[in-house]
């Protein structure tokens, strides 16, 4: 039985969510505690109640202590049969880390999966939009062998969420390492600039006037798209991502959201800070992008290799889990102002 303590690291909902995802890779059952205990409010909030459940449908798992609140867990997987699957968070809790939970396990089913997640957030604080994992992740991880795609039937904000999305993805158990150590050229910059039911205040418009204001004033040109969505009647909400991409296969990322109080125009520029200050270090991946190849990486046979900006506690969480329980190695060198994370062969 896989052993962990929630508290270790992060002490942070990503430790439950990826050792439930290594359970049910592995077969083999999990015990966790101290569930989310560096947290404000410990224990299992919505969305992650969720993960673990969706998790438990891709695998038959039989599962005790999932209820919300919750800190301790124990999840024993079956087989992962893959198919359809329905999930619905009921809170403005995260999509994209719901779908951060379950597309490793959806790699090892035995059928393509077609995960239909409702009544979450697609746009939230403490999550990656959901066209940064559109545009950032899923293309970093094709270059790994991961065939998956993500569509928006409605977006989703704070407070009432009510957001709607698709994952579909097709298995692999034999992914590639990822080796990226070049920055190389940069190409170009583009972007999706999103609001829903706020087109009458081009709030989208602002959003991304701003960030192309603030990458010009660095030298940067960038083409972002405006969405002017009304899929949502229940919630009004905006969002930017960003993302830059080099001749030698390097994405950068960024995002921010849209919250009472907070102006369009701070919205785009707050995008556009994060990517400006990702680029002038010239990584490889950015340090959001970072974590979450970790167990990818981990997962992949050979040497997988990227260059960060800083070392976050959810890189330092990451690593900490996959070597415990897949028993891999991972190294961290400070090369000039940047981080080498590999994970040998």
């Keep these: 039985m896989i052993e962990i303590d929630g508290s270790q690291k992060s002490g942070s909902g990503t430790i439950l969510r990826l050792s439930v995802a290594l359970a049910a890779i592995t077969k083999q059952p999990l015990h966790i505690n101290n569930i989310r205990q560096n947290r404000p409010q410990p224990g299992l909030k919505h969305q992650h109640l969720e993960a673990v459940l969706t998790a438990a449908k891709l695998c038959n798992a039989k599962v005790q202590g ?16 893959g198919g359809n699957i329905e999930a619905e968070i009921e809170t403005a809790g995260s999509i994209p880390m719901l779908l951060l939970a379950t597309l490793p396990v959806c790699l090892f089913a035995d059928n393509p999966v077609h995960l239909h997640v409702a009544k979450g957030g697609t746009d939230t604080t403490h999550a990656p939009t959901i066209n940064y994992m559109r545009e950032v ?13 993500i569509t928006v039937q409605k977006y989703g904000y ?9 994952m579909t993805t097709k298995p692999n158990r034999a992914l590639k390492p990822i080796q990226v150590e070049i920055f190389g050229k940069l190409k ?4 999706v600039s999103v609001c829903t039911f706020l087109a009458h205040k081009q709030v989208a418009d602002r959003q991304a006037k701003a960030a192309e204001e ?7 040109n960038a083409t ?15 969002s930017v991502a960003l ?16 919250e009472l109080g907070k102006t369009s125009e ?8 994060k990517l400006i200050t990702e680029l002038s270090v010239e990584p490889t991946v950015d340090v959001y992008l970072a974590d979450m190849l970790i167990p990818y990486m981990a997962l992949a046979q050979g040497k997988s290799v990227f260059l960060a900006r800083t070392i976050s506690e959810h890189i330092e969480a990451n690593i900490w889990l996959m070597e415990k329980i897949l028993n891999v190695k991972f190294t961290i060198q400070k090369v000039n102002n940047l981080y080498r994370i590999e994970k040998s062969s």
Excluded: C, H
């Design 137 to 149: 992740l899923l293309p970093a991880l094709k270059q790994m062998g991961v065939d998956a795609a």
């Design 266 to 273: 701070a919205v785009g520029k707050e995008a556009a800070e």
């Design 188 to 191: 170009s910059i583009k972007g």
């Design 243 to 258: 993302w830059a991409e080099t001749d030698s296969g390097v994405i950068i990322g960024a995002d921010a959201i849209g």
């Design 158 to 166: 704070y407070p009432k969420g009510m957001g709607e999305a698709t």
């Design 214 to 220: 603030q990458l010009s004033q660095k030298g940067y």
């Design 224 to 238: 972002i798209q405006i969405v002017n969505d009304q899929s949502n009647l229940f919630q009004k909400g905006s």
């Design 66 to 81: 999932a209820t919300l609140g919750s800190r301790e867990l124990w999840f024993t997987p079956k087989q992962i049969k």
